[in-house]
T-cell receptor
Framework: DSGVTQTPKHLITATGQRVTLRCSPRSGDLSVYWYQQSLDQGLQFLIQYYNGEERAKGNILERFSAQQFPDLHSELNLSSLELGDSALYFC????????????????FGPGTRLTVL | AQTVTQSQPEMSVQEAETVTLSCTYDTSENNYYLFWYKQPPSRQMILVIRQEAYKQQNATENRFSVNFQKAAKSFSLKISDSQLGDTAMYFCAFMKHAQIGNEKLTFGTGTRLTIIP
């Protein structure tokens, strides 16, 4: 158990719908990352937050958005869903620099499997 | 931009044998980190081992060790005394060093390893 939690574990929805994926980072971790794992695209970085602020964006579609709240949990919002959005979505967290033995390492949650029908 | 290449899509080895998974990467960065993550059938992403580029000594974690060749931009994973529980998808990942917080992971396409009883 990495200490990163994600809900829900599975999500089945229809095209055109909107869903919200939730992530709680490990205690003390300030950075949250979202990754998408699909069969055709592999593991791709979507977006990163650091202590509530957006820090980096990857190949994230305009239909997708995210935020990190004051309690450091994060939500990934996916709207106008398409069949191709079906994937495993991972959240990862990492501690602030300076923590010996843990710096610069990302710990992954169990993922949310999204199926768009 | 960084790229990570895993040229072995699939490998199999007999239980108790040693196996080496290959990974090469391309970057213009001098300070970075390399990781091997394991993804068993449960789909959880599990950190296997990490290597700081500024360290010449190869990282080891029990039965897992790496051969890090910075000049050749090569980062292979050796699994000794392989066990059935090592059956999984293995991903090589790159992360550049950042002054504040941490950076995204760039993943290879993975190697599916099967341990044969």
């Amino acid at each position: 158990d990495s200490g990163v939690t994600q809900t829900p574990k599975h999500l089945i929805t229809a095209t055109g719908q909107r869903v919200t994926l939730r992530c709680s980072p490990r205690s003390g971790d300030l950075s949250v990352y979202w990754y998408q794992q699909s069969l055709d695209q592999g593991l791709q970085f979507l977006i990163q937050y650091y202590n509530g602020e957006e820090r980096a964006k990857g190949n994230i579609l305009e239909r997708f958005s995210a935020q990190q709240f004051p309690d450091l949990h994060s939500e990934l919002n996916l709207s106008s869903l398409e069949l191709g959005d079906s994937a495993l979505y991972f959240c990862a967290s990492s501690p602030p620099r300076g923590l010996a033995g843990a710096a610069d390492t990302q710990y992954f949650g169990p993922g949310t499997r999204l199926t768009v029908l | 931009a960084q790229t990570v290449t895993q040229s072995q899509p699939e490998m199999s080895v007999q239980e108790a044998e040693t196996v080496t998974l290959s990974c090469t990467y391309d970057t213009s960065e001098n300070n970075y980190y390399l990781f091997w993550y394991k993804q068993p059938p449960s789909r959880q992403m599990i950190l296997v081992i990490r290597q700081e580029a500024y360290k010449q000594q190869n990282a080891t974690e029990n039965r897992f060790s790496v051969n890090f060749q910075k000049a050749a931009k090569s980062f292979s994973l050796k699994i000794s005394d392989s066990q059935l529980g090592d059956t999984a998808m293995y991903f090589c990942a790159f992360m550049k060093h950042a002054q504040i917080g941490n950076e995204k992971l760039t993943f290879g396409t993975g190697t599916r390893l099967t341990i044969i009883p």
